[in-house]
């Protein structure tokens, strides 16, 4: 099981004494009010090793699936929970974007609206694969809204949605459509 402890040595390695470049880099993400992605890594929820050292790597971006790597579904979203619960306390957190990788909209309703319970709180939004219309991506600004003015969100920044519309036929053909989603922020 994910530990606090794990992820602080492994974290603290990687970021107590950071190299010269490093610091550079953090510098330039805080100056800068967009987010660069030039690295993303996608890690399976339900890998402790593979999770506990996903915010060591330095990547821009971290990618936690609990779609199509992810063998034991709850499993995953528990263990999705207990690492958010963790990496915002994690020197090094703030450096790095944290999404979630949902399953389609067009699965059951049951997994991807617990998937989007499970990594709401810690992450930084949701990447939502297989979108063929703005009209998934509505319905998705329309759930985070409502999550978002609860009285237990206590974070100034909405959710984005990455959304991947290049996986259907029908996705590619409204990928202009799809880009200008609510939420979307790539």
């Given at each position: 099981?994910?530990?606090?402890?794990?992820?602080?040595?492994?974290?603290?390695?990687?970021?107590?004494?950071?190299?010269?470049?490093?610091?550079?880099?953090?510098?330039?993400?805080?100056?800068?009010?967009?987010?660069?992605?030039?690295?993303?890594?996608?890690?399976?929820?339900?890998?402790?090793?593979?999770?506990?050292?996903?915010?060591?790597?330095?990547?821009?971006?971290?990618?936690?699936?609990?779609?199509?790597?992810?063998?034991d579904k709850q499993l995953?979203?528990?263990?999705?929970?207990?690492?958010?619960?963790?990496?915002?306390?994690?020197?090094?957190?703030?450096?790095?974007?944290?999404?979630?990788?949902?399953?389609?909209?067009?699965?059951?309703?049951?997994?991807?609206?617990?998937?989007?319970?499970?990594?709401?709180?810690?992450?930084?939004?949701?990447?939502?694969?297989?979108?063929?219309?703005?009209?998934?991506?509505?319905?998705?600004?329309?759930?985070?809204?409502?999550?978002?003015?609860?009285?237990?969100?206590?974070n100034s920044h909405s959710?984005?949605?990455?959304?991947?519309?290049?996986?259907?036929?029908?996705?590619?053909?409204?990928?202009?459509?799809?880009?200008?989603?609510?939420?979307?922020?790539?």
């Amino acid at each position: 099981m994910l530990t606090a402890h794990l992820l602080k040595e492994a974290v603290k390695k990687r970021f107590l004494h950071p190299p010269p470049l490093r610091r550079q880099l953090y510098l330039s993400r805080h100056l800068s009010s967009e987010r660069r992605r030039r690295s993303v890594h996608f890690v399976p929820a339900d890998n402790d090793k593979f999770i506990s050292k996903a915010l060591t790597l330095g990547a821009d971006t971290i990618v936690l699936d609990l779609e199509d790597s992810v063998k034991d579904k709850q499993l995953g979203r528990e263990k999705l929970r207990a690492f958010l619960d963790i990496a915002n306390s994690v020197p090094g957190r703030n450096t790095t974007e944290v999404l979630v990788r949902i399953n389609p909209l067009s699965s059951s309703i049951e997994d991807w609206r617990e998937d989007i319970i499970s990594g709401f709180d810690g992450s930084d939004g949701f990447m939502v694969p297989k979108v063929e219309t703005q009209d998934e991506l509505k319905l998705l600004d329309e759930i985070l809204s409502d999550m978002e003015s609860s009285s237990n969100y206590n974070n100034s920044h909405s959710k984005v949605l990455l959304p991947i519309a290049t996986e259907t036929a029908l996705a590619v053909l409204n990928i202009a459509e799809v880009a200008q989603g609510p939420r979307v922020c790539a």
